[in-house]
């Protein structure tokens, strides 16, 4: 069992992340029932795999509602393999719209500038 502080060592996560993906209800540290004298939360190794999880997910793109429908589930292996790639795949399809989004964008500065580098003065 870990404090927040050394979760954060470990993880590479600042602290105030760490509470925000609590609050998010994406990870959950638990109290020690034995001990009256602190409200200290503790977090187990399942919480270090889920934020590694986290990660991972972020930086392919997922946010952080897509993440929170699937972590528990992912982690815990109650996702099948199809359903894993299916999750895989419709992120895969939003990147390419977000493409084309992107290169349509793109195109309609560049008529933007070749309009003002041929405008009369």
Not at 3 to 13: A, D, Y
Not at 71 to 93: F, P, R
Not at 96 to 103: F, G
Request: charged content about 35%.
């Amino acid at each position: 069992m870990k404090l927040i502080n050394q979760l954060s060592k470990e993880t590479g996560i600042p602290i105030g992340t760490i509470r925000f993906y609590e609050k998010s209800g994406l990870v959950k540290g638990q109290t020690k029932k034995e001990v009256t004298t602190n409200n200290y939360v503790y977090y187990d190794e399942e919480t270090v795999e889920k934020l590694r999880f986290i990660q991972m997910a972020k930086a392919v793109g997922f946010t952080l509602s897509e993440i929170k429908e699937v972590v528990d589930a992912w982690y815990k292996k109650q996702i099948s393999k199809v359903a894993k790639i299916e999750v895989l795949n419709k992120k895969l399809l939003q990147i390419d719209e977000k493409m084309k989004e992107l290169k349509a964008v793109k195109k309609q500065i560049a008529v933007c500038i070749y309009n003002i580098e041929n405008e009369d003065d």
